[in-house]
Structures are given as structure tokens and as C-alpha cells.
């Protein structure tokens, strides 16, 4: 049977040989199309859904970017910036935690060392209630200009506050605003995680080459990310309901024949907003209507990849 | 019976003591929540929303910020951008007042001191018509770059100016753009002060010793608030309803359990507009549909918490 | 017959008297309300709407501000967004006073004295149509920044440029981004202009003292208006015609006791894209149902309101 | 039969003979619309749309603007900004390729020529399914600052690696952020090309002379444009649908007696999610519902208009 690719591959000899046929190469792939193999995941499922709850909050450094006007005169700290931060940790992940349960999903939430410090009971909950511990670094520092051992160091850190505040191993790991730099991976590598997220490239996970052993992506998202969608600014809670189930709707008719992954991500002050729990309820309770949809967390998805022989490698 | 804070303590020593088991911890958390206790408001209700309405227009400074495109050559006064914000007290103040008649509610009036001083049968009205007169700064400094005798006088002035034209003692305050300074808390104490909105960190009021004496926190939202939403850029008035209705409709679910409260917040100018007071009203009619919510002025729920003792102390 | 300004009277001297009684001043509004007077327009409209077609394009500088980012290197013209501009008098005018006649509406055209003489035919048939030709500067020039001199001349130039190719005399007068300078009411009265839109603070026209005459201010709207909501960015064509609804409805329902003026406003390149045609032609129809509400020109407004006694003075 | 433009051309010519007559002009004017004639397209059709697919990815330079802030520190690579690209080859164009298929439409792919090199089989699947190649430069280069010699190197390289690798030999340009130079449209007809599209001043093709030859100009888009609209900021996906069914209603009204062409644009990383393909689906089929509208690619329209002599010249 013929996969989209052996047609690419098979059409571009044909291409060579003479002129392109666009109609006659169409045709033949239409009656591809009608025969084509259903590659859904290991477990079966053809759609698996991952959403992502950032708990950093209460690690920010005084004057952290937020919805205030961006205009502090130098000395002065913003003292009502931090109570929008501390929203996060007071209002925002235990009324997430009740929705995941109301909603029987486990989540993957991604921890700053400095916050879980800061909340270790919180913390501890999150995971006491299920959802996967991921590594955020050990606070808000920008990893990318870090030297190897400095990095190597804030990484280890960050994974050793959380292992000591909830027993949980972080296997995974989510850069400052996704922004690694070049010895990250390897640093990854070596401190025995088996994922990262930082990556947007694709619609369901992939196995890299680091050090020469495998490394999961399970690829994240900006465009169902409360932190760019919202902002206090730029989208309503119901234009990103709106926008989810599309992204839902595409993605939910081409895993009939293809796995696909797809990622929601909600941070603790922005995500954790009563409008926005409403919206996270509204769009999960929508997704989870459809049969052969499953809601996994990231350490799961990168388990099943790594030991799927089918999974794409690059 | 068991709150969630006693759960999360119990559960923390369950796992110190192994392995963390989420499964079973959640099955307990699970029970526990069928027999949760209900802890509404003294008087009953289960929901408070609080309604601000600033009073800000005329005492602003020249060139302030506004919709118009902040490109002004020195030396020059932007007129259009005056009678931007003389909108405010000419029709939008009068419609909101003919608004919150209209709903039967009562609201509570920030009052910028050289607003008042410019517009005082405004201002009077707004008090005889039965809302709360509270403080917002003499003018429109920025009050946290202030030594402590010149805030104390810039806060005093203030207070002096609303009780002079309005009759009312403003026990309630709210520093421009939310910036409070290191000393202000102490300065509100002080001047006899018992609450102060400039906090977005919780959906309830709560509790906080200020030279050793209780002072309530009357906590504010950037979420529903026209300032940060609208601007004539970020947001229509018919996505600003959506939004506000759906930060409501996750705040009553919870408010079945624990005592919940709600800010909506609109500024003469821009909340004062025909499409933002037609807002207002289709949120407020679709609020006052459900039992156990009432409309509450902020210095009758500072009042309220500081006389309860279960309300949340810091 | 009481008025509300009666009653703000009438109740500050009773708070004099004693201390305030919010309930029963309360109580007193409410009778008054229910015997209100109806202030209509003199000829028996409640509501008027007058809607603004900017004839700008064409007359515009080079690299003049644009949905095109604005980073273009010195020395160099911005080739595509001049065709941008272009589109307001290819299509956009073209369009929109198609959409007028369908509609059945006469509208004030501001026309931008180097846009008429770039596109002289177009001026004179949108005079021809029935719109009215308002005065909106000789060219894009920053006006308050001129000389008393220069400014006479800039703005007689543009009425002059107005009278030679559509042969109307124009009336109104409306400065680049409304930004008039101290001087420009005193030069429009004296070159016989009586009214200009400059100001936004009223939903009704007023009367104003300018060289001892009277002069009548029609008020503009930015929340209404193509180019705040629109410009590429900020709103969707269908968040517009939901936004000026709610707008209408608001002052419609006032319209029953007190006359209002709506304002709507577009600009060749912006409101005459298909989209915002449509968009136009939904808000007029839904106004259109309404009875007691009229379409009128700027210079019909003005004139009703000078022969008004009962129109606000300031 | 009278055209528009000839009732312009006499009501002007009255209008000289004495007072304007605004009325009677109309009148006359409504009596014209009524026969007035049907000029649709020379093959029957009354509006054409034309769909843009940008092949861009991959071919971007370091640290190419993207969603992510845009505040690398200097010497760093954004190394997940590198990723959003990527996500337009692995997953974007492959994704609205099976669209189109499965709406039945042929596109314009605007190529730039090191996306090309980078990803040839893409490139040469977009051709082989029956897509146009059109250029779009060497790489992403600021155009419009080249000298004539660069200049016409930098075109000729671009359409030399579609032609090397596809086959197809390009003969539409479209410029980067369409910003185009002096001497871009004489060096593409030099070139060959019989098209460009840095043009958003009509709503139908039109002609142009270039080196005394005949050149078309097929108008592009802002509007109806992936890049304005969405950028992960602007524009939720829902709002992109309505805005663009109202542009289509209103242009397929026109079309009943005036030829129309509508364009709407996609690129690899932005139109190519799952919630913009959802997107541009729920369109395509919303105005395939209607007669006399074909979908044809940009070659085809340019080719139609060069031999139509009905074709706007200017």
C-alpha cells in the first residue's frame, strides 16, 4: 500500500521523464487517497490531546513582564503586578486542579524551581492529584545566553527542587519561552530526561539523534496557548474557544488516517482565570464527544513514541 | 469535616511517608469533595459582584493618554484628546448613573480629586444617588515615586476634596493605574482608611495586618475591566460581554461551595460610551438571573469581611 | 415639569441642610423620571444619524502611515501601500456612494484639498450624489502646528480647491487626526464655516462662542470609525457591525427623552473595502428599522442646532 | 447603453451649466443603474477568486520575525522561532495541498527560491498537483534597495531554482512585503514574466504598460490576508471567516453586472494550521455555494486579462 510520500516519490521520477502532468498526477493520487493506511497511535487512539499547565508563578522576578503598562520609573517594584502573579498560585492552579478532575484529565505542568520553592504544597498537590512534573528551569533566567556548565547547573537544579518537594523525576522539559540554546538538548540528555517540548514544527511527536541516543519532541503550540492569545489584550476567552475547536476539527478528520497530537497550553494567572477555566471546560468537554480521542500527558505521549518503531525520526 | 486545606496536609504527610500514590490520593480528594462544606457570605449569598465606576475625566493633566495616537510635537495641547475625556462627566458618567438605577444596583465611584473639584454637582450626585464615594489620589501622579509626607498630604487632599463636595468620608482607596508605593498601606491606616482594591490576587476579599491592625483587601480585575479591554483597539464591546459572562458563569459554579466575589470595572470615558453601558446592562441582567448573587458597594464588603471570621487572613 | 438638572439642584440643597439620604433622593428621581420631558429634535426626530466618508487618498505623502509595516529605509518610497491608498478613490468612493444610494442616505464627505484636485471628478460626483463636501485641510499637513497666517491660508486653500471642482461651499471643517491648534475655530468663523466635528465629548451638536458668534460643534466619534477599529488589526468587519449596533441601541432607548446624535465614520481606503461596505449596509439597515430616526448631513445638523433655542450652549 | 462612467461625464457637464442639482442627478442616475450592462468575465464568469499559498519557510534567515518576542539578545539564534517556520513545510503546505484537492481548486504558490532549494520535493509536489509556481525571490531579501544589475540577478535565480527543480517556468512576481522597486516591473518584463501582484488598488485585474509592452497587474490582499490578520495576535480564526465571507458577499453582489476578482492569501506557517485550513474550508465552500464564481489560478487571470480588451488599462 502507498503512503503520501512513496507517491511524491514515485511522481517525481515520473517528472523527470518528461513533461509535468498535473492532472493525470492528481488523478493518481486521488485513488491514492481512497486506499491509504490508517497509522493511528501504538495504543490505538487516532487523536491524542496534551494540555500543558504552567505553575511559575511566585519564582518571577520583581517587574516580570505582565498586563501593567511596561513603564516602572528604575527603583521602584510593581507591587500590583505581583499580586497578578500571585493570582496564579492562590486562585489560578487549584481551580484548574478541581477542573482537570471534574473533567477526568491528567495534565503536564511545566515547573520553575523558584515557584515550586515558593508553593511547595501546591506543587506537591499537582502531582498527589496525577498530572506529570515537567522541568521549567530552576526560574525565569535566559537560559539561551548560559554558559554549558551554568546551564547544565540551573537544568539540574530546577529538576532537584521538584524531585525534593514532590518525589516526581521531571523527564521533561520546556526552555524559558521555548528558547533553548545550542548545548540544551545534550544537557538533556545527559540529566536523563527523555522529551522536551520546544519545538513547533509538527502535529505529533518525532525521535531526534542527542549524543547519539534517541530523544523524544512532543511538539507544543503558541496558537492554543493562553499566554499569546490573551494577555489581557489581544483575544476574548470566547475567541479562543472559537479557535481551539477549529484547530480540533482539522486535526480530529486527518487522524483518520494519520496519528496526530494536539497541545493547549494554560499558565497559572492567565489560564487559571475563571473565564479561562470556563473556556478550558468548554473546549475539552467538546473534544472529548469524539470517539478515539484520548487526553495524555507528555510523558506518557513521549514514552509511547520512543517505543513506536513507526514514529517519524528526523 | 475536612476543607481542602486539611486534605492537602494530610496527603502531604501520607506522602512523605512513600512512594506518592496520585490514584488513591485523588479517589480520597474525591470524596472529600461530595461532603465539602459550603461557606458563603455572612449574609447569606454566594456570590458578591462589585461594580467600580471611575471618576477620573477632567482632572487629568494635559497630553494624557488617550485613543489618539501618542505623537504629539512638544509644546502643543492635544484638544481632541480633552474632549475625549470630557465625554466622560458630559455623558458618560449621567448614562452610567441612569444605568445603575435602571438595574437597581449600587456601585462604588473611585474619585479622582481634581475630577471632583472640576465637575462637584457630579460628583455630589453620584453620592445622592446612593453610591460609595471612594478615593483615588488628589490627581493623576504617580503617587509610588512619592516620599511618605507627600503621598500622606497627596492621599489627605484627595479624601478632603470628595468629603467637602460630596459629604462623604471615602474610607476606600485606589492608587492610579493601581501603583501603590512602599508606604501607602500604612498611610491608609492611618488616615483611618479600612480597605484598598489594589490587589488582583484572589476572586474574594481577605484580611492583612497594617501597623498591626486589620485592613481589608477588596481585590480588583484587570480581566473585566474596560480599561485594559477596550481602548478603542484591544477589544468590541460584544466580545467584552461574552467574556465578562463567561468569568461569572465559572465564579457562581464555584460560589456553591465558598464564598465568591466579582469586580467589573468601567472608567467615565470609556464604560460611559452608549455600546459600553448597553454592555453593562446585558451583563448585569444575565447576572441577576441567578439566586444567591447580590450587587454590593466595596465598602460594604469591607465591612462585611473585616466583621467575619472566616474570612481568609494573610 | 422638572428636569434632571432641576432635581440635581433642588437635592443639593437638601444634602446642605443635613446629612445625605441616598434612598429617598432616590426615590425622588424615580417620580421625577416617569414625568420627564421629550426634548426632540426640531423636527420631531429622536435620534439623528450622520455618517462621514473621509476623501483623503490620493492626496496623501509619500510613505504615509499604512497597514505596511513602517520600516522602510531612508530614500525610498513605499511603492505598495501608495497603491493601498489608491484603492480609497478606484474603489472605495466608487463603492460606498453606490451603497449610500441603495441605502437611500446623504452623507458628509471631508475631502482633503489635494485628494479633490488629484481625482477632480470623483469630488464632483460625490457633490452631484447629494453628499455634502466638508472642508478637511489643504493636504496631510500637521495643522497645529501653524502659524495664524499659515493656517488661514492652509485651510482657504482646501475650501477654495472644494468650491472650484464640485462647486460647493463648504461649511464644515474637520483637521488632519481632529488635532486643531489654538487658532483654527477663530479662522473657521472668520472664513464662514459654522460648525466643525473636532471634539467627541457629547452625543448631541452644542453651541459654542467663537469671536463672539455663535458657532455649532457636530461631535465625531473614534469608536465608530473604520480607522481606530479597523486599519488591518484591531477589529474583524463583523465585530464592527456589532459594536455600532450596541451603540445605536443604547442611544436609541435614550432617544425617547432626550434627542441624540450617532456617529459613523469611514475612510475611502478602509470603509470602502467590500467587506466594510457590507458592514455599513448591515448597521444602516438595522437603524433603518426604527422609527423617529433620520440620516442627516453634517451641514443639515449644524444648521438645526444653531435655529434651535433649546441646543446645549457651553 | 450608458455606463457609469458616461452619466459622470454628462451630470458634470450639466453641473457647469448652473447650480448643482443633486436631486435630479440621482434620479437620473437610479433610471441608469437599472440597464445598466452586464461586464462579466471574457469566459462568462461574474467574479473570480484567487487563492495565494506562500512558499516561504525555510528559506527565512536567522532570527526572521515570527510570533515569538522579538528580543533576542545579539549573537543568539532563536532556535524555536526556526521551528514555527518549519511547521510550514513538514505539516502547512501539505495540509492545504490535500484542502485544495478536496475542495477542487487550483492555487498560486508564491515561491521564494531558497525555500524552494531547501524543501525540492515539496516544491515539486505543489506543481505536479496542478498548482502554479510564481516567484517571489532569491531568498528574503529587502528588494526595493538593489541596484538594477542585483536586482535583476536576485529575480533570475528565483525563477531558475523553481524551474531546476519543478520544472514550471514562473511568470508572476510578487515581492517581498510586496514592496517592489523602481525598476522591478521593467526587469520583469525583461525577464518574461507577463504578471505581478504588488498591488491592492482594484478589485479586478488591469493593464499596464512597461517598456511599451502590456503588463498585468493582478491585485493581491491585505484584508483577506493570513499574515495581517493572524500573526497569533491580531485575529482569532473565526474572526478571519466572517470577515472574509463579508467580503465576498459584497463583491459577488457587485459582480451581477460588473467583473470582480476576490484574492485571498495563506502562507505555509499560518494558513497552513489546522485552525486556518479549517478555516479557509469553511470559506471556499461558503462561496462555492454560489453561481457564476470560478476559483482559477493567477496565470489564468493574468492570461484572460491580457486578451481581453474590456481590461481596465491604465
Known sequence: METRRDFIKKSSILSLAGAVQPASAINLLQTKQQTKPKTHWADGFRLVVSVSMQFEAGGQPDNAESPFPQNMQKG????????????????????MLDNWDKLGIKVTSHMVGTAVL?????????????????????????????????????????????KKVTGFDAIGYNANWLRRGE???KILQELGFIYHIDDLSRDEPFII?????????????????????????????????????????QLYAESEYKRRQMSISFHDRIGGSPQMVKAASEIIKYIQQQPGVAFKRKDEIARMALADKTTIRE
Chains 1, 2, 3, 4 share one sequence.
Open 183 to 185: 548545548n540544551t538538548l
Open 209 to 249: 539523534k542527542v549524543n547519539d541516543k534517541d530523544f523524544a519532541v512532543v511538539p507544543y503550540t503558541l496558537r492554543c496557548n493562553d499566554i499569546m492569545l490573551i494577555e489581557g489584550k489581544n483575544f476574548s476567552a470566547d475567541q479562543f474557544v472559537n479557535q481551539v475547536k477549529m484547530e480540533f476539527d
Open 118 to 162: 515558593k508553593n511547595p504544597q501546591l506543587a506537591k498537590e499537582i502531582v498527589q492529584r496525577g498530572h506529570e512534573a515537567a522541568a521549567h528551569g530552576m526560574n525565569w533566567a535566559t537560559e539561551y545566553t548560559m554558559s554549558y556548565d551554568e546551564e547544565k547547573k540551573f537544568i539540574k537544579d530546577g529538576i532537584d527542587a521538584i
Open 76 to 95: 521602584f517594584i510593581d507591587l500590583p503586578a505581583a499580586t497578578w502573579f500571585a493570582y496564579g498560585y492562590k486562585e489560578g492552579i487549584p481551580r
